[in-house]
């Protein structure tokens, strides 16, 4: 298929943080190999700020309750091709509405569902970005390998008065927030790290995190700062930034201390990094990392890991080894190693 040099484009994807974090090197790609291009993004008004700031992006559309308003008003500016990178009954809608030229990843969701219930990975090696990456090919847009996108606002004004001075030369940026609780490392195991870190560290999660938070913090009130809650995402990124090590759950920030190039711990409950949502340097991929600084951590003893693509509100076992049998004196000596590390 063929298109003018300049053409207008509509991205799709709903949610959330991650999702779309790992969207932007189409983003990226597509306007700096295909500069004429004008890129329109469509995604829930909650995870406008993740993109607000992109500037690949021309302009943001924001999903509206009623689905056939957000197609009465996409329809006006007259789309010469859409990529779906959400891929779902909603987005079909969407694309019919539109009747134009469109382009969908392959979402693997047998291969998936094959890996949680019978433990058969047909999963490609890959980042999900090369599948992302799939819906551009035909237009010559090629991976340029510099791995995901994140955009601070300039608005955003958060400064070291919003950060205790204990931190302020460096700081271990623990993301203890899930959007399941079989996706989030348990309080106690957070506490065995913590206590093993000579570092300050820095809580970061949303409002729903911040009782675990003091949980946590209740270690030790001045080493460890609770600030789950009070920055919104745009500042909650400001502060992936500008710490010295990341520890996440596979969450939508983990995503963006990749996107910072942050040396990164990850933690693996009920998913695996085999589903392709792992941390994402631009050159890496399950069979051959070349990323030293991404450590993914995951029980793969359990007959049972991973049980799930999404998550439960609890472990369909009920016993939940695959976090609490974490080795978290291992993952100490990780975050001791990136510390001291020039980054």
């Known amino acids: 298929?063929?298109?003018?040099?300049?053409?207008?484009?509509?991205?799709?994807?709903?949610?959330?943080?991650?999702?779309?974090?790992?969207?932007?090197?189409?983003?990226?790609?597509?306007?700096?190999?295909?500069?004429d291009t004008e890129i329109h993004y469509l995604t829930k008004k909650?995870?406008?700020?993740?993109?607000?700031?992109?500037?690949?992006?021309?302009?943001?559309?924001?999903?509206?309750?009623?689905?056939?308003?957000?197609?009465?008003?996409?329809?006006?500016?007259?789309?010469?091709?859409?990529?779906?990178?959400?891929?779902?009954?909603?987005?079909?809608?969407?694309?019919?509405?539109?009747?134009?030229?469109?382009?969908?990843?392959?979402?693997?969701n047998v291969e998936k569902w094959l890996l949680v219930n019978f433990k058969m990975d047909l999963m490609p090696r890959e980042s999900i970005v090369e599948r992302y990456l799939e819906t551009v090919r035909h237009l010559g847009v090629r991976n340029d390998g510099k791995?995901?996108?994140?955009?601070?606002?300039?608005?955003?004004?958060?400064t070291n008065?919003?950060?205790p001075m204990s931190h302020w030369a460096g700081y271990v940026a623990c993301v203890i927030g899930g959007s399941y609780p079989t996706k989030k490392l348990p309080v106690e195991q957070w506490r065995r790290l913590i206590e093993d870190l000579p570092y300050p560290v820095m809580l970061i999660g949303g409002p729903e995190d911040r009782a675990e938070g003091e949980e946590i913090a209740a270690l030790d009130p001045v080493k460890i700062y609770n600030s789950c809650g009070k920055f919104s995402i745009n500042e909650s990124a400001w502060l992936i930034e500008k710490s010295k090590v990341v520890v996440s759950n596979d969450t939508g920030m983990?995503?963006?201390?990749?996107?910072?190039?942050?040396?990164?711990?990850?933690?693996?409950?009920?998913t695996a990094p085999e589903m392709g949502m792992f941390p994402y340097y631009g050159s890496n991929d399950l069979e051959k990392i070349i990323v030293p600084e991404s450590f993914m951590m995951e029980n793969k003893t359990l007959s049972c890991h991973p049980c799930s693509k999404l998550g439960y509100h609890r472990c369909p076992k009920k016993h939940f080894k695959c976090m609490r049998d974490l080795n978290m004196q291992m993952a100490a000596e990780a975050v001791k190693k990136f510390f001291g590390a020039k980054n």
């Open 161 to 163: 008065s919003d950060v």
């Open 147 to 158: 791995g995901l996108d994140y955009f601070i606002p300039n608005t955003v004004q958060v």
């Open 254 to 270: 983990m995503h963006v201390a990749a996107a910072f190039r942050k040396p990164l711990i990850s933690f693996w409950g009920n």
């Open 1 to 35: 298929m063929r298109y003018l040099s300049a053409m207008k484009a509509l991205i799709i994807r709903f949610s959330s943080i991650g999702d779309i974090v790992l969207t932007t090197p189409v983003v990226r790609c597509l306007k700096l190999q295909r500069p």
């Open 46 to 108: 909650t995870f406008g700020p993740v993109l607000e700031a992109n500037p690949y992006i021309h302009k943001l559309h924001f999903l509206e309750e009623d689905l056939n308003s957000t197609i009465d008003h996409l329809r006006t500016e007259h789309y010469d091709l859409i990529l779906d990178l959400h891929k779902n009954v909603r987005t079909l809608k969407v694309k019919r509405g539109l009747n134009v030229p469109a382009f969908s990843f392959p979402k693997k």
